[in-house]
């Protein structure tokens, strides 16, 4: 049964940094592409960055800069430390992962590329 579990959101004022997690199961990590998504209230969720098997990675241009994402396999989590954090960066945040897929490749951003979801943590950037 595959499970994707964030966690490290939280309320932080502008300028500063968080890290989130993704722990991962039910399936083997080392061979998947894992995703951040983001949904702000009244908006539709949209591509944060993405993380390939071979350590590829993509982000999105509004995070390009201050946000990077990284894997530590052996701990089953992907990471994703963000930093320079604005007040437009509030929202919940969501990793997800494709049904077989290891490769980003070109629609990383779309939600309809990922099989699994999970439940996503709040960030909220406000001073």
């Known amino acids: 049964q595959v499970q994707l579990v964030e966690s490290g959101g939280g309320l932080v004022q502008p300028g500063g940094s968080l890290r989130l997690s993704c722990v991962a199961s039910g399936f083997t990590l080392d061979y998947r592409a894992i995703g951040w998504f983001r949904q702000a209230p009244g908006k539709e969720r949209e591509g944060v960055s993405c993380?390939?098997?071979?350590?590829?990675?993509y982000y999105a241009d509004s995070v390009k800069g201050r946000f990077t994402i990284s894997r530590d396999n052996a701990k089953k989590t992907v990471y994703l430390q963000m930093n320079s954090l604005k007040p437009e960066d509030t929202a919940v945040y969501y990793c997800?992962?494709?049904?077989?897929?290891?490769?980003?490749?070109?629609?990383?951003?779309?939600?309809w590329g990922y099989g699994y979801w999970g439940q996503g943590t709040q960030v909220t950037v406000s001073s």
């Open positions: 997800a992962a494709p049904s077989s897929r290891s490769s980003c490749g070109g629609f990383w951003y779309r939600v």
């Open positions: 993380s390939s098997d071979t350590r590829n990675t």
